[in-house]
């Protein structure tokens, strides 16, 4: 059997997480390759970079260039620390591309995360910096099985919880497995002592009766939930609930969202900051203090053979060009707006640069007047997912039963659908996310207080989510975009095997430094 073969059904048989640790220990997947602070060493007496982009990326490199006595400035787009590292909250203002003005309205408290959400427990390096600049953390809720799964015709669009579909559809694949052993149907034989241990374990795993059937009893409801949960008193007594038939269940589709947790950067424990997404942003903001200029918008990034030369426009007076000169320049600038920038780099970075296409999302924040979500439905935290356009709707995992307006995110759109999301108004998506979240809970029009929508595509100093690499672009163009190009050197969450990701950024940043670092010893030995 070959590896490829063994995975393969590795997967089938335990699901993604399982195949991505049989990956690991094969050597075809590692966790981050974060394994500590960098130590640099004592900079050139003099050496000076320049950092464009205040993201994390950005912001780990100035850090440790700084700490390492390099002479460090960075130009930030924006007038706050942390790029896509965003939280919006009541209060704040939003004008997107096209004019398009938004107020946010959420009460105090209430917050939404336009860009990253959430901390896998295996990012080390994001996790090490939120440690060391002291970033409160609390956790994050991926999995809730009193969540919904919902597609508008299958059981005629009525939501399920997720706990239902799960354990029916395990259940009838344990059924199945089952008849199947006990006939001796394998595909290849099995001793007896073999076969006891694995129908023992197919009873269990999915909650089959004494006779391996999939029932309405004590066993399946303890999984998928009671028509009437037990209680006390004479009419105490549980009323079990029937399973799904399969050829239902599997009609659905619904299941194709069960592995989602499952999968490796899903998997409990996953973490949020305490407060918003932005307080690791900001924490990195205070540490550097005015190393950062804000409201400087790139224009030109010219270098030579000694040094580099950025020139900028002062947003903070529209008109005014200035520049910023360094011996080496780390350049974290996403390459959707890098592309458009004059650059004298070589063929090969430009090419890669023009390249590497940006995925489109668009997330809605929506705040209503009451938790209804856990006051009705008794949904704490965690996702429901659903097959309309909206994709997603995640409960906070903060602030449980506490009276007063909520915020919830309304929708995660992606692909296609975050196309055609990114060419309505803020106000046709928000009123979007409402109609169709009501799909999922009647309570959306009467509760809903208002709401405010990110389409990423349409972002100032971004325009788009994240790198969208495929292999082969990969194969083509990755090595040229991570080189470096004479005294520039590119960083980010593009320049990394973790798109999307804090941790590509900050791993992306802390192998761009090193390499610089070596480079600029080198040139100061030659000096």
């Not at 089938?12 to 602070?37: C, D, I, N, P, R």
């Not at 780990?60 to 787009?77: C, I, S």
């Not at 004590?218 to 028509?227: L, T, V």
Request: charged content about 20%; some cysteine.
């Amino acid at each position: 059997m070959s590896r490829r073969q063994l995975l393969r059904l590795i997967g089938l048989a335990g699901g993604s997480a399982v195949m991505y640790q049989a990956m690991t220990s094969l050597g075809f997947a590692a966790e981050s390759s974060f394994t500590g602070f960098p130590k640099l060493g004592a900079a050139p007496r003099g050496a000076s970079v320049l950092v464009l982009g205040a993201g994390i990326a950005g912001m780990v490199a100035a850090l440790e260039l700084r700490n390492a006595g390099y002479q460090v400035q960075v130009l930030e787009f924006n007038d706050r620390p942390g790029g896509r590292v965003w939280t919006l909250r009541g209060g704040d203002r939003y004008t997107e591309l096209g004019g398009d003005t938004q107020d946010c309205g959420f009460a105090p408290g209430n917050y939404i995360n336009p860009g990253p959400w959430r901390l896998p427990h295996h990012h080390h390096g994001i996790l090490s910096y939120c440690r060391r600049l002291g970033v409160a953390l609390e956790n994050f809720v991926q999995v809730n099985y009193n969540a919904l799964l919902h597609d508008p015709v299958a059981f005629g669009g009525k939501p399920q919880r997720l706990r239902t579909i799960k354990a029916d559809y395990q259940g009838h694949v344990a059924e199945l497995l089952a008849k199947a052993s006990r006939g001796a149907a394998l595909d290849a034989p099995v001793t007896a002592e073999d076969q006891e241990m694995l129908l023992a374990s197919l009873q269990w795993w999915g909650a089959l009766d004494r006779n391996y059937a999939y029932t309405g009893g004590h066993e399946s409801n303890d999984r998928r939930g009671y028509a009437k949960a037990p209680g006390g008193g004479p009419s105490g007594a549980p009323v079990f609930s029937k399973p799904l038939k399969p050829s239902d269940v599997l009609q659905s589709g619904l299941w194709g969202f069960l592995p989602l947790g499952e999968l490796y950067d899903m998997q409990s424990t996953l973490m949020q900051p305490v407060g918003g997404m932005d307080a690791i942003a900001k924490a990195f903001g205070r540490e550097l203090g005015d190393i950062i200029r804000y409201r400087a918008r790139v224009t030109d990034i010219r270098q030579d053979e000694a040094g580099v030369t950025a020139t900028y426009e002062d947003l903070s007076a529209p008109g005014t060009t200035q520049t910023a000169r360094a011996d080496w320049c780390v350049c974290t600038i996403p390459l959707s707006v890098l592309g458009q920038i004059p650059m004298n780099v070589g063929q090969p970075m430009a090419d890669a640069i023009s390249a590497i296409p940006y995925a489109g999302s668009t997330k809605v924040g929506l705040q209503f007047k009451r938790r209804f979500w856990e006051e009705d439905e008794h949904i704490y935290g965690g996702i429901s997912y659903t097959s309309q356009p909206i994709g997603t709707i995640g409960y906070p995992s903060h602030g449980y039963q506490s009276p007063g307006k909520a915020v919830l995110l309304g929708a995660y759109v992606w692909g296609h659908d975050a196309d055609r999301f990114n060419a309505m108004s803020p106000a046709q998506r928000v009123a979007q996310a409402v109609q169709q979240g009501s799909r999922l809970h009647p309570q959306y029009p009467q509760e809903f207080d208002n709401g405010i929508a990110v389409s990423w595509h349409r972002v100032p100093g971004t325009m788009g989510c994240f790198a969208l690499w495929t292999e082969s672009l990969r194969e083509q163009h990755y090595a040229n975009l991570c080189a470096f190009d004479g005294r520039i050197v590119l960083a980010g969450e593009h320049a990394s095997y973790q798109p999307a990701w804090q941790e590509g950024a900050v791993n992306s940043a802390l192998s761009a430094i090193t390499r610089l670092h070596e480079r600029a010893v080198v040139s100061g030995e030659k000096t």
